[in-house]
T-cell receptor, first 113, second 112 residues
Framework: ETGVTQSPTHLIKTRGQQVTLRCSSQSGHNTVSWYQQALGQGPQFIFQYYREEENGRGNFPPRFSGLQFPNYSSELNVNALELDDSALYLC????????????FGEGSRLTVL | DQQVKQNSPSLSVQEGRISILNCDYTNSMFDYFLWYKKYPAEGPTFLISISSIKDKNEDGRFTVFLNKSAKHLSLHIVPSQPGDSAVYFC???????????FGAGTRLTVKP
């Protein structure tokens, strides 16, 4: 069974640039959620994708967008990067209809200079 | 809006003793509560959960207690082991599995 994998693990961008983060969900999982974890805080829900459609969104501006592909992998795109976007971005997969447990990847650490 | 709060950023206990981690929530619509454990450079991993229809759930050394009237839950680890040293996150969600809210975490250190 393959776990959740994310890429890249670390990256540095400058303010105003755009970034794409990638996630492969755990085998058999059809739902992907993205979280932002700032230093010293818990993960904050960005959005969730199910069947290639957005299935819920947290309090993040439209410059945070995503995609889910037919193989259930997913991308998180952030445009017009701001310094406060520096954080660990976590992807989690789950099975629709099964309440509760999320399976997290190791995260992508983004630094915006 | 912080709907899930963990007011203790850190906790230190001696090996073999009980660790008690606390969590408070404000949203009465939360239906399901979970604890995750996170080691450095790894993603959070699921530890234990409890539904709002229960007040206790036990899994080996880990027990979660839920007090709905007080909107409070706690995680008990007995006996604590050095390998339990990690950051513990409390999480809560409603009946739709698409918006899990996390607390800020409590760093547990278990001393040998």
């Amino acid at each position: 069974e393959t776990g959740v994998t994310q890429s890249p693990t670390h990256l540095i961008k400058t303010r105003g640039q755009q970034v794409t983060l990638r996630c492969s969900s755990q085998s058999g999982h059809n739902t992907v959620s993205w979280y932002q974890q700032a230093l010293g805080q818990g993960p904050q829900f960005i959005f969730q994708y199910y069947r290639e459609e957005e299935n819920g969104r947290g309090n993040f501006p439209p410059r945070f967008s995503g995609l889910q592909f037919p193989n259930y992998s997913s991308e998180l795109n952030v445009n017009a990067l701001e310094l406060d976007d520096s954080a660990l971005y976590l992807c989690a997969s789950s099975l629709a209809g099964v309440v509760g447990e999320l399976f997290f990847g190791e995260g992508s650490r983004l630094t915006v200079l | 809006d912080q709907q899930v709060k963990q007011n203790s950023p850190s906790l230190s206990v001696q090996e073999g003793r009980i660790s008690i981690l606390n969590c408070d929530y404000t949203n009465s619509m939360f239906d399901y509560f979970l604890w995750y454990k996170k080691y450095p450079a790894e993603g959070p991993t699921f530890l234990i959960s409890i539904s709002s229809i229960k007040d206790k759930n036990e899994d080996g050394r880990f027990t979660v207690f839920l007090n709905k009237s007080a909107k409070h839950l706690s995680l008990h680890i007995v006996p604590s082991q050095p390998g339990d040293s990690a950051v513990y996150f409390c999480a809560a969600m409603g009946d739709r599995n698409n918006d899990m809210r996390f607390g800020a975490g409590t760093r547990l250190t278990v001393k040998p």
